[in-house]
């Protein structure tokens, strides 16, 4: 069990930083943001397919073709922790070593877009507080710990559940 959910997690964490990274550089060096959000949270999905896989292989080879919801959701559970980790650890990396200022621009983006889409005078204030309560947050490496894994857990939780509940198996009683 161990090394499925090693693998299956390293397998996802690589494709899911994989992707950050590459549509961070593009963002980051084009100044435009839009649609990134959605290819982050398609990779993610992609990448936490493998919870599916890693659940499936378990029951399917390991466990005699049955699983409980709760050793799925487990296993589940773990794979996505490691892939999650994978991601917030390269995060780190790429964010104070590579985009620093990725905040600032950000920001900057955010702030334009909420001007550029008609908002009022209060939901642009609004908005500019949102998002200084966030930077304030990457003032600190423990802040952008916490939001990133934030930004991709919750994510794979859900993919652990819903894969739990579609993968449990109760023994078959042979008659």
Not at 49 to 74: E, M, P
Not at 109 to 122: C, N, R, T, Y
Request: hydrophobic residues 50%; proline residues 2%.
């Amino acid at each position: 069990m161990k090394r499925i959910i090693i693998v299956c997690g390293l397998i996802a964490g690589i494709i899911v930083s994989t992707f950050m990274v590459t549509s961070i550089g593009v963002c980051y060096t084009s100044g435009n943001f839009e649609g990134n959000i959605w290819v982050g949270y398609a990779s993610m999905l992609l990448a936490f397919s493998l919870v599916f896989v890693g659940i499936k292989n378990y029951r399917d080879k390991y466990n005699n073709g049955t699983i409980t919801f709760g050793k799925a959701f487990q296993i589940g559970l773990y794979i996505s922790l490691i892939a999650s980790s994978v991601y917030v650890l390269v995060w780190l990396i790429d964010y104070y070593v590579f985009v620093p200022d990725f905040m600032d621009k950000y920001t900057t983006h955010v702030i334009q877009e909420a001007k550029e889409s008609g908002a009022s005078a209060a939901e642009i204030q609004e908005k500019i507080k949102q998002v200084e309560e966030s930077s304030k947050l990457y003032e600190t490496p423990i802040g952008v710990i916490l939001l990133t894994y934030m930004e991709i857990l919750p994510i794979g939780l859900i993919v652990s559940l819903i894969s739990a509940l579609i993968l449990k198996r109760k023994n078959v009683a042979l008659v």
